[in-house]
């Protein structure tokens, strides 16, 4: 189905587990090319393993390019450090963690978070063959049939209503990370997870094509990007930083790196939009 636009990104894929402080972004001199810009301390910056976002096994990701990237245009020092989605979320909005990345909003996140957009993406629900449903709303309806969530992940509206209607039936089961969704997905403890391109890489197999199926959400290609604590960067900062990340994407720079790990095709849907 939709898994040919992926096959390409299969040698990047990186699964790897545990977290931990990552180096930092090398810096520049800081620049003047940004009004509002502040580099009197260092900034941090919360990757997290998914997929081809970021790997601490392989010590590379899209997210860690864009940091040394922001690192090297803005001339500030980012300290990198490799954390549960769930708890970069928490400490964004107490401000203990200045960004993160690939992150989308929603009406909480936008009271304590500020975005600059550079990637659009859809999601997908990931079914095992055996649970023989057609549709999302068919897994919906089959009562005996479980969702697989990574804590503090929302998605599009349509994806967002199954999982929270799945919760109210406690027909969801949540993780940390991608890896132990993946094995009770196997182990049929779950029947479905939700993913988006940045995840195919490591389900492109023959295992795993024979095992499963790809069903769309109803949903368009949801804007990810640079989140920005509201509580620890004002406004003058933020707005510079949103000018960092127009600048990479207007350059071109944004899509060299989703080409890095991305056909050149999608690479350019994902980021030119």
């Known amino acids: ?7 390409a990104a299969l040698a990047m894929a990186a699964v790897a587990a545990g977290a931990g402080p990552a180096a930092s972004a090398p810096a520049a001199a800081p620049s003047t090319a ?3 810009l502040e580099c009197s301390r260092p900034l941090t910056l919360g990757l997290h393993e998914h997929g081809l976002l970021y790997s601490s096994q392989a010590g590379e990701g899209i997210d860690k390019d864009i940091a040394e990237e922001m690192a090297r245009r803005s001339g500030c020092k980012l300290t990198l450090t490799v954390l549960q989605r769930s708890r970069i ?3 964004v909005e107490s401000g203990a963690l200045d960004f993160t990345l690939s992150g989308i909003t929603d009406p909480q996140r936008d009271k304590f978070a500020s975005f600059a957009w550079y990637v659009s993406n859809k999601y997908y629900l990931l079914v095992r063959k055996d649970a023989d449903v057609r549709s999302v709303a068919e897994f919906h309806r089959r009562h005996g049939l479980k969702l697989g969530v990574i804590r503090g992940f929302r998605y599009g509206a ?3 209503a199954l999982v929270d209607r ?7 089961t949540y993780a940390t990370s991608l ?12 029947q479905a997870m939700i993913v988006e391109p940045f995840d195919y890489p490591a389900i492109e197999t023959a295992e795993w094509k024979a095992l499963t ?5 109803d949903d368009p290609a949801v804007p990810h990007g640079l989140v920005m604590s509201r509580r620890s960067l004002g406004a003058a900062q933020r707005e510079a930083w949103q000018e960092v990340i127009k600048s990479m994407r207007a350059d071109g720079t944004m899509t060299r790196i989703f080409e890095k790990y991305f056909p050149a095709e999608l690479a350019r849907a994902m980021t030119q939009f």
């Open 89 to 91: 979320w928490q400490l």
């Open 166 to 172: 799945l919760d109210d039936d406690q027909r969801v």
């Open 213 to 217: 199926t790809i069903l769309e959400f």
């Open 158 to 160: 349509s994806a967002n």
């Open 34 to 36: 940004f009004p509002g």
């Open 1 to 7: 189905m939709l898994r040919w636009l992926f096959a």
């Open 179 to 190: 890896d132990p969704l993946y094995a009770i997905l196997q182990e049929n403890h779950i």
